[in-house]
């Protein structure tokens, strides 16, 4: 079965200390691994697709990576409009809008 | 370039009614999916409609349903609200040729007291 973890559940961080989120994922054929960002009461907002391991993606503060059954993002000397939760998801079949979420986790970083 | 628009924002039911949430997909986008998030998870796919039909349906019963109308925007409807019904509804939109990615609206928070 399709399956998504991600850890840690919380992290707090203090502004410029830089750390990584984890997601595990176990899936029957990749088809694109997600991250998302969502702020508190509002939708999630696209960050990354990785689709093979090796694969590395970067956005500002962020850079999203990809293994056979993890993925990693990093982020480097945040600031606290990072603050939010991050998902990570994977399709689930061929195609479409199907996509497995992990629970997130919450970030916080402090000033 | 409008982004994913859902309607209403926020609403409250009383437990056995029946409620509609509406959204209108991405600007060039032609397929719309839903989901449920409760407070502290990751959200859960209810289904996907593409031409008007449901195309893929996630383990949710049927007091879910939905639409989707010729200009590809979408209804979901859930008849007989129990209190476990409370979440955040998110619709997200795709264009199905392009395959991928999905991009999810603001959301609509039901609360079923």
């Known amino acids: 079965e399709d399956q998504v973890t991600q850890s840690p559940e919380a992290l707090r961080l203090q502004e410029g200390e830089s750390s990584s989120l984890n997601c595990s994922y176990t899936?029957?054929?990749?088809?694109?691994l997600f991250w998302y960002r969502q702020d508190p009461g509002k939708g999630p907002e696209f960050l990354f697709t990785l689709y093979s391991a090796g694969e590395e993606k970067e956005k500002e503060r962020l850079k999203a990576t990809l293994t056979k059954k993890e993925s990693f993002l990093h982020i480097t000397a945040p600031k606290p409009e990072d603050s939010a939760t991050y998902l990570c998801?994977?399709?689930?079949?061929?195609?479409?809008?199907?996509?497995?979420f992990g629970p997130g986790t919450r970030l916080s970083v402090l000033p | 370039d409008a982004g994913v628009t859902q309607s209403p924002t926020h609403l409250i039911k009383t437990r056995g009614q029946q409620v509609t949430l509406r959204c209108s997909p991405k600007s060039g986008h032609d397929t719309v999916s839903w989901y449920q998030q409760a407070l502290g998870q990751g959200p859960q796919f209810i289904f996907q409609?593409?031409?008007?039909?449901?195309?893929q349906r996630g383990n949710f019963p049927d007091r879910f349903s939905g639409h989707q109308f010729p200009n590809y925007s979408s209804e979901l409807n859930v008849n007989a609200l129990l209190l476990g019904d409370s979440a955040l509804y998110l619709c997200?939109?795709?264009?199905?040729?392009?395959?991928?990615?999905?991009?999810f609206g603001e959301g609509s928070w039901l609360t079923v007291v």
């Open positions: 899936v029957s054929g990749l088809r694109g």
């Open positions: 997200a939109s795709s264009l199905k040729s392009s395959g991928n990615t999905i991009y």
């Open positions: 409609y593409y031409e008007e039909e449901e195309r």
């Open positions: 998801a994977v399709r689930r079949g061929v195609y479409g809008q199907n996509f497995v």
